[in-house]
């Protein structure tokens, strides 16, 4: 069985107990449907220019791309994911979810005009409470920020940060800039302000190439590639001091898998111990900063053959680091019956609910 599917698998004979899934999606059907929230001299300038909204969305996930959305999850003539019947009919009702963490990626960091952003963020927050939030009280939600303007998106977290239902700031992993440095930490000090986490989410637009090293020839290639990027975002964090200065931030990584943590950590570790002098601020091992401040999304898992994937999650050190979650309507074909096979007792029930009911404090 998949993770999503729960082929020929009822939920009960999977996992009794409660259940959050702190990875679902909401796609923006069209521009249209945001007029409503939008002050009206966006929406005319929105129709003069004939503009259709981002494009970001559409390179991030390719409209007809495997990845993008299961095919059992595809509608003639509606985007996936883009209307709340859907996401409760293909996972929260099958799954019995007690809680579900609800992102909208919609690219508003690659609008480049400043006041536009911030409005299209709005837009697409005031849309989320009022067709999502409001209509299923199983849903939690990350709000949208426009991530260029990191004094705008502080005022955006503080306009609707105490909402009940927003728990989480996302953050697309592709920035131009370095999530670690203090230009952003207005951002992380508006975030701890209104007690939410910041979540690392796939997707993000960047003025250079989006990898470490260059431009890629295929999406394969690039979406094989994107972990990277999640390496070097929270490597900034860690040795620019983020989590010495906002000791309260809670971050959480989404569609990067986890499988990589332990080796990256102890590299970390290596590099910290020999070079610390440059850095007198990070008080002690990065993986055990990881360790307090981080939590992965088990969407996708990555596993391999069951001996390695074992050895993986003892390496991780830790029962609390990894939470549940679907990605839907995203394609990755985790089998979660095997995780939950291979991983502890100790962490079972934290890894289907507990860690993320903590995480976000729901």
């Known amino acids: 069985m998949t993770t999503a599917l729960l082929a020929g698998t009822k939920r009960s004979t999977l996992w009794t107990g409660p259940v959050i899934d702190c990875d679902v999606h909401a796609n923006v059907p069209s521009i249209d ?3 409503d929230y939008m002050d009206p001299v966006w929406v005319q300038g929105t129709k003069e220019r004939g503009w259709h909204g981002p494009a970001a969305p559409r390179l991030s996930y390719p409209p007809g791309a495997a990845t993008t959305a299961r095919e059992e999850w595809r509608h003639e003539a509606l985007m996936p994911a883009s209307q709340l019947s859907m996401l409760q009919k293909d996972i929260l009702n099958p799954w019995q979810v007690d ?3 609800l992102n909208c990626y ?5 609008l480049r005009h400043p006041d536009w952003a911030a409005a299209l963020a709005a837009s697409v927050n005031d849309w989320i409470i009022a067709e999502w939030l409001s209509k299923d009280p199983r849903l939690a939600a990350s709000l949208v920020i426009p991530a260029r303007d990191p004094i705008a998106a502080a005022a955006e977290i503080d306009r609707v940060g105490s909402h009940p239902g927003f728990v989480q700031v996302m953050l697309p992993v592709r920035s131009e800039r370095l999530y670690g440095q203090r230009i952003f930490h207005p951002i992380y000090e508006a975030a701890t302000r209104n007690d939410l986490v910041v979540g690392l989410q796939w997707g ?7 990898s470490p090293t260059g431009y890629s020839s295929w999406y394969a290639e690039e979406y094989a590639a994107e972990t ?3 390496l070097a975002q929270l490597t900034s964090m860690v040795f620019e001091g983020v989590f010495q200065k906002f000791p309260t931030l809670r971050v959480a990584v989404m569609e990067g898998g986890f499988s ?5 950590g102890w590299s970390m570790n290596k590099k910290w111990k020999g070079l610390r002098r440059e850095t007198p601020w990070v008080d002690r091992l990065p993986l055990d900063i990881v360790r307090d401040h981080v939590r992965f999304s088990v969407a996708p898992a990555d596993l391999g053959p069951r001996e390695h994937s074992q050895r993986i999650i003892e390496w991780l050190g830790s029962d609390d680091l990894l939470m549940f979650a679907t990605d839907y309507p995203h394609r990755h074909d985790d089998h979660i019956d095997e995780l939950l096979d291979i991983v502890p007792e100790t962490m079972k029930a934290k890894l289907m609910s507990q860690t993320a009911k903590s995480w976000y404090k729901l």
């Open 33 to 35: 449907t945001l007029f």
């Open 99 to 101: 809680r579900a963490v």
């Open 106 to 110: 919609y690219g508003v960091d690659s």
């Open 204 to 210: 993000g637009t960047t003025e250079d190439a989006p």
């Open 228 to 230: 990277q990027v999640y």
């Open 260 to 264: 990589w943590v332990p080796m990256w």
